[in-house]
């Protein structure tokens, strides 16, 4: 099967918008499987992990890999940039182009990914201390993650830019399989929250063991050089980190003010919650190199925009009318009835999943005009929620309705400022075709 589905190849005529939405459902049809078979496989590790660990050790586990969903933003936000790039220098004779500006990336990330595991190891301790974990083994084995947490999703870059989502979407799906068996064995074998933890690196490490001999192989020439400094990294990490905060704090906030067993059911409700921007999640990676073929050929990105719209809409809508419908049902069959007294701010949480699947969305397009200062807007939500975490935070409910309403807010914002200002910052351009 040809990996590369879709995107107008040199020497071709722009897509017109119906071929523009069979190939964009035709991404989707082939990564949207295989990604929510991660998400799957990614849901049972932790299912698995909340069974075998208990309330108490698995709300250690739950803030921990809050803080490193934060930590993946910034290797995320390379792949975003990573992506964009190859798109625009992926031609006849530009792929070694585009191949060494992967490895210039990858350089950068493993230097900085150093860095960063020195200082998490270096704060172990009284960061245990604040959030009563009882032991800094957890977030020194989250300091070991690091490296591949960082440098991962850059070589991910490379495909998604190529649009090579079948490889793309394999490499997930087999990180999730190594990740859940390492975690099962590390937690059977008595290394507790710590074990769970380092099975994401264990994952991590294998996947990017399957992607390197690839990079490796390839001949590099004419790389354009690489400027982290310069380049859209940073306003789409900044973006990225704002969405990411907004979207995690909540369950270190519940730690950090909730009893024990509160904190650890709440921190079920938001992975189920969480599960629904998951599923939504592969549909912006198909979008963005999509949208920046557009932006380079002059061509609106909204007919793309819209399509993968539509299609948050359909999975999270489903989702969330499912945790309407039967919230007890759901928790009993995904985590147990010992998480079931916090099923009242599941329909708040799973609706705070779409409207977080949403943003990422509309971040994308931004990414893809290039704009460097999209990242003030969802600063400044994140900024109200953090208002709202400080002003009320002594209930679960209180908890969810805090991270619901910024996000809302943002949402409407997004919505309201493409719609009015369509023309001005998505123009038709010359070769938009009808």
């Known amino acids: 099967m040809n990996e590369h589905n879709g995107g107008t190849r040199p020497g071709e005529s722009p897509p017109g918008r119906f071929n523009e939405m069979r190939s964009l459902l035709g991404q989707n049809a082939v990564l949207l499987?295989?990604?929510?078979?991660?998400?799957?496989?990614?849901?049972?590790?932790?299912?698995?992990?909340?069974?075998?660990?208990g309330p108490s050790e698995f709300s250690v586990v739950a803030?921990?890999?809050?803080?490193?969903?934060?930590?993946?933003?910034?290797?995320?936000?390379?792949?975003?940039?990573?992506?964009?790039?190859?798109?625009?220098?992926?031609?006849?004779?530009?792929?070694?182009?585009?191949?060494?500006?992967?490895?210039?990336?990858?350089?950068?990330?493993?230097?900085?990914?150093c860095v960063l595991s020195v200082v998490i190891a270096l704060l172990s301790a009284p960061f245990a201390t604040f959030f009563h974990f009882g032991s800094r083994n957890a977030v020194l084995a989250m300091a070991s993650v690091t490296v591949t947490t960082l440098c991962l999703p850059v070589l991910r870059g490379d495909l998604q830019g190529k649009q090579r989502f079948l490889g793309l979407g394999l490499n997930v799906v087999f990180e999730a399989v190594v990740r859940l068996g390492a975690g099962v064995l590390l937690v059977a074998l008595g290394f507790g929250a710590a074990g769970a933890v380092l099975a994401y690196g264990i994952g991590g490490a294998a996947a990017l063991a399957v992607l390197l001999p690839r990079l490796v192989r390839t001949r590099v020439a004419g790389a354009p050089t690489l400027s982290l400094v310069k380049s859209m990294?940073?306003?789409?990490?900044?973006?990225?980190?704002?969405?990411?905060?907004?979207?995690?704090?909540?369950?270190?906030?519940?730690?950090?003010?909730?009893?024990?067993?509160?904190?650890?059911?709440?921190?079920?409700?938001?992975l189920l919650g969480r599960a629904v921007l998951f599923a939504t999640g592969a549909i912006s990676w198909v979008m963005l190199?999509?949208?920046?073929?557009?932006?380079?050929a002059e061509r609106t990105p909204l007919p793309a925009f819209g399509i993968s719209a539509m299609l948050v809409l359909v999975v999270s809508g489903g989702a969330i009318t499912v945790y309407a419908a039967a919230p007890t049902v759901v928790i009993n069959a995904v985590l147990g009835s010992g998480f079931a007294q916090q099923r009242a701010v599941l329909l708040m949480l799973?609706?705070?999943?779409?409207?977080?699947?949403?943003?990422?969305?509309?971040?994308?397009?931004?990414?893809?005009?290039?704009?460097?200062?999209?990242?003030?807007?969802p600063a400044a939500a994140l900024c109200a929620e953090l208002a709202l975490f400080a002003l009320n935070h002594g209930s679960p409910a209180a908890i969810a309705l805090d991270l619901l309403l910024p996000a809302s807010g943002?949402?409407?914002?997004?919505?309201?400022?493409?719609?009015?200002?369509?023309r001005s910052l998505f123009p038709p351009g010359p070769g938009t075709t009808p």
């Open 233 to 270: 990294v940073w306003p789409i990490f900044l973006t990225n980190l704002s969405l990411v905060l907004m979207a995690s704090l909540d369950v270190l906030v519940a730690k950090r003010f909730l009893s024990d067993d509160a904190a650890g059911s709440y921190s079920g409700m938001a």
């Open 63 to 113: 803030s921990l890999l809050g803080l490193m969903f934060v930590l993946a933003i910034l290797s995320a936000s390379i792949q975003a940039d990573v992506a964009r790039s190859v798109a625009s220098i992926s031609a006849p004779g530009g792929s070694g182009a585009a191949t060494g500006y992967v490895a210039r990336a990858l350089t950068s990330s493993v230097a900085l990914a």
């Open 350 to 377: 799973g609706t705070a999943g779409g409207v977080f699947g949403m943003l990422l969305l509309f971040a994308n397009l931004y990414f893809s005009r290039g704009d460097r200062w999209v990242w003030l807007v």
């Open 289 to 296: 190199p999509t949208t920046a073929e557009a932006h380079a």
């Open 410 to 422: 943002l949402l409407a914002y997004f919505t309201a400022t493409t719609y009015l200002r369509r």
């Open 33 to 53: 499987p295989l990604v929510a078979a991660s998400s799957v496989l990614a849901l049972v590790m932790q299912v698995i992990m909340a069974r075998m660990l």
